[in-house]
């Protein structure tokens, strides 16, 4: 079955700077890729998937990127702010529903 | 609010105990999922329904738990002889027909359960 790495497991950066998570998957089968954002006790917020038919989607100061050949994909925000403070997510799957989750990346940002 | 809808929200029950959570989905999706999250780690899938079928389970779902949804719209998980390593948050979801490039999943807020 899929399996999903995420890294880092913590990240803390200063506000106004990026901030990178990246994901491998082991199954090429797997066509969706979706990030979460989850703050505590709250449930899963979707911020941005990514279909295999692309290689890069983005969404103000969010985008991913895409691998396919490699099986990875990344996370990438800019200008960060206090409220990016959160555990973020990645996901693999070959059906939207049914999702395998990485094992999280808790983001902190620095003021 | 149109969302998915789970009952109730928190739960304590001691060990051993039976406790059945509820979840709605959003109306018109055929499709409801169950997932497990503990505390530090992401979601994790447990079982699937389109309509009132059940047509997958992880083997992370024990003997102990069962999951219905008899009438192809809201749906019960049932965990039976609760052990402590059954706290966790159980999320439902829901995703409309079909597989179109639009679709998506949408998470309820989840129903936590601590067993003592």
């Known amino acids: 079955g899929e399996n999903v790495e995420q890294h880092p497991s913590t990240l803390s950066v200063q506000e106004g700077d990026s901030a990178v998570i990246k994901c491998t998957y082991s199954?090429?089968?797997?066509?969706?890729f979706p990030w979460y954002k989850q703050e505590l006790g709250k449930r899963p917020q979707l911020i941005i998937d990514?279909?295999?038919?692309?290689g890069e989607k983005k969404d103000q100061r969010i985008a991913v990127t895409l691998n396919k050949t490699a099986k990875h994909f990344s996370l990438h925000i800019t200008e960060t702010q206090p409220e990016d403070s959160a555990v973020y997510f990645c996901?693999?799957?070959?059906?939207?529903?049914?999702?395998?989750f990485g094992q999280g990346t808790r983001l902190t940002i620095n003021p | 609010d149109t969302g998915v809808s789970q009952d109730p929200r928190h739960k304590i029950t001691k060990r051993g105990q039976n406790v059945t959570f509820r979840c709605d989905p959003i109306?018109?999706?055929?499709?409801l999922y169950w997932y497990r999250q503990t505390l530090g780690q992401g979601p994790e899938f447990l079982t699937y329904?389109?309509?009132?079928?059940?047509?997958?389970k992880s083997r992370l779902l024990s003997d102990r738990f069962s999951a219905e949804r008899p009438k192809g719209s809201f749906s019960t998980l049932e965990i039976q002889r609760t052990e402590q390593g059954d706290s966790a948050m159980y999320l439902c979801?829901?995703?409309?027909?079909?597989?179109?490039?639009?679709?998506?999943?949408?998470f309820g807020e989840g129903s936590w359960l601590t067993v003592v």
């Open positions: 990514i279909r295999s038919n692309v």
């Open positions: 979801a829901s995703t409309p027909p079909g597989t179109g490039s639009g679709n998506t999943i949408y």
């Open positions: 199954d090429s089968a797997s066509n969706y």
């Open positions: 996901a693999a799957s070959m059906d939207v529903g049914k999702l395998v």
């Open positions: 109306s018109e999706h055929n499709r």
């Open positions: 329904f389109q309509n009132e079928a059940q047509l997958e």
